[in-house]
């Protein structure tokens, strides 16, 4: 089965840690996004991946960082100098098209905890 | 910068009833707007996508439209049932961060039986 796959699904990690999470898709999809979701708030956007070997900074990138050394890989490490990092965490894929003509697929999110 | 607002936090419904989810964006208007289902701890799921130059877009009992005069799209789920109970989600491109969407806060639909 197709599909975006985003491991573990709860994460605790300790302050002053960085932690990775994992997203792997099979859609063979070009386009691969990292967002955030905060209770009461919507999905902000953390980085973003068009290609193979390149990201983008989102609007809300700092404290974090990624690779796509693969095009079926976008993992996102959390790192200490994110200063609230306690989220659910979304990972999702597209085909490239134009104009918002492209609906997204989402993993089914990670949970991160910092204790 | 474009913004996609979902004015409802919350909507109950007494199941049988039609829901309707309102989603304003500011600026110009998007060339399509799309519509997703989120269950709670779960990833949003696509249900609908609508053109600019499309007034309607229906699928079984979801109905969706697009006033580019009013800056809104109307989401409708008709002859509700509890199993809709979810946040609806609205998304529009982002513009300025390629292919990536920008989403609303969402509306948690509840229907009660």
């Known amino acids: 089965d197709g599909g975006i796959t985003q491991s573990p699904k709860y994460l605790f990690r300790k302050e002053g840690q960085n932690v990775t999470l994992s997203c792997e898709q099979n859609?063979?999809?070009?386009?691969m996004y990292w967002y955030r979701q905060d209770p009461g708030q919507g999905l902000r956007l953390i980085y973003y991946s068009q290609i193979v070997n390149d990201f983008q900074k989102g609007d809300i990138a700092e404290g974090y960082s990624v690779s796509r050394e693969k095009k079926e890989s976008f993992p996102l490490t959390v790192t200490s100098a994110q200063k609230n990092p306690t989220a659910f965490y979304l990972c999702?894929?597209?085909?490239?098209?134009?104009?918002?003509?492209?609906?997204?697929?989402f993993g089914q999110g990670t949970r991160l905890t910092v204790v | 910068s474009q913004k996609i607002e979902q004015n409802s936090e919350a909507l109950n419904i007494q199941e049988g009833k039609t829901a309707t989810l309102t989603c304003n964006y500011t600026?110009?208007?998007?060339?399509?707007l799309q519509w997703y289902r989120q269950d709670p701890g779960r990833g949003p799921v696509f249900l609908l996508l609508i053109r600019e130059n499309e007034k309607e877009k229906r699928k079984e009992r979801l109905k969706v439209t697009f006033d580019t005069t009013l800056k809104q799209s109307l989401f409708h789920i008709t002859a509700s049932q509890p199993a809709d109970s979810a946040t609806y989600l609205c998304?529009?491109?982002?513009?300025?961060?390629?292919?990536?969407?920008?989403f609303g806060k969402g509306t948690t639909l509840s229907v009660s039986s």
């Open positions: 999702a894929s597209s085909i490239w098209r134009d104009r918002g003509n492209t609906e997204a697929f």
């Open positions: 600026n110009y208007s998007p060339a399509y």
């Open positions: 998304a529009r491109l982002h513009n300025q961060a390629g292919t990536a969407l920008i």
């Open positions: 859609l063979n999809h070009d386009a």
